[in-house]
């Protein structure tokens, strides 16, 4: 690391030197404009690039002539995570029905981009959102109220065996994943423009944080929907009403840590954070009680209740992580400003 020091000029204008190697790498001149941005931990950050609205970047995806779906799927959710505003595929050999399906089904599952060109051998895709105008809060809260809701309904469909609503849970963790993308997204683009951050209202660390979150968010959507499998597959069973009853006040117990969890993070509240994780044992213990119930039932019916009774718990577990992720976040930042005391 190199150091300047810092020289007074007149009266109140304090300037030190910028590094020749920096200076020549991003060709700045005389008289020319550089940014400067103050960090929460009292860091400077200076970018040569005072430049309203950047150009589009773009990345271009060749497809193989036997491409396999899924994998042309994950390259443009690949590209899309990263940041690039203009995807493209392309073929030599012509883009088959397969392709442009794949390409139509990504448009689908995320969030921002369409389809702008086509033609016989290649597709253009576009990203429309204006990263300025999806908050990282917003997005975190609405993955937040989707997840919760998921799990409220499976355990109505547990409570009234209605296969329906299990079969509408799975289809809602589609909305938690294009969240979760969005994030991520959003994440990258941050970090490869800091000045977004300023124009977004947050920092490249909080946004590290709400990036955890919102992965933990979509795992807990997760377990949501593999509550739902579990239930679709006891379509046909007679089970306890009893034990159904006790398993939905251990998935209330979840809920309530995860309440408790988002609730620290929302109210910036360590006190709350420490009592979301100081609750996870006791639904744990919970969840082992009635395992035991369980593996006394029938083979299938033992066999689906115990996964139901896995996802309670690491759902719960997940949510702890929450807490654990706002209380690291806000002691880093009472230690920041005890530093600039």
Known sequence: METRKVQLTGKSTFIISLPKAWVNDTGIKA??????????????ILTPKMIKGKLPTKKEITVDKN??????????????????????????????PENKHTAKKFTRIVIGP???????????????????????????????????????????????????????????????NRLNW????????????????????????????????????????????????????????????????????????SLKILDKSMASLFNKDIDMANDAIDSVDALINTCEEISERVMKLEGKIALSLGYILESIRRTALYAADISETVMNHLIEGEDRKNLRR
């Open 182 to 253: 969005l994030v991520a997204r959003q994440n990258n683009m941050l970090l490869s423009d800091i000045s977004l951050a300023e124009k977004m209202g947050t920092t490249r660390k909080r946004s590290l944080n709400y990036m955890l979150i919102a992965r933990i968010l979509e795992r807990i959507g997760d377990h949501a929907s593999k509550i739902a499998d579990s239930i679709i597959s006891l379509e046909e069973k007679e089970v306890d009403k009893n034990i159904i009853d006790i398993i939905i006040g251990a998935n209330d117990l």
């Open 67 to 96: 491409e396999e779906k899924i994998h042309l799927l994950r390259k443009l959710i690949g590209a899309y995570i990263t940041g690039y505003n203009i995807i493209e595929i392309r073929s030599r050999y012509g883009l088959t």
């Open 31 to 44: 008289r020319d404009s550089i940014g400067v941005i103050p960090q929460p931990d009292g860091t400077l």
């Open 114 to 176: 369409e389809i702008i060109d086509e033609d016989a051998n290649s597709m253009v895709m576009k990203d429309l959102l204006d990263p300025t105008d999806f908050s990282f809060k917003t997005a975190v809260r609405r993955m937040y109220y989707i997840g919760r809701e998921m799990h409220e309904n499976v355990a109505k469909s547990l409570e009234n065996r209605d296969v329906s609503l299990s079969q509408d849970v799975k289809d809602r963790d589609e909305e938690i």
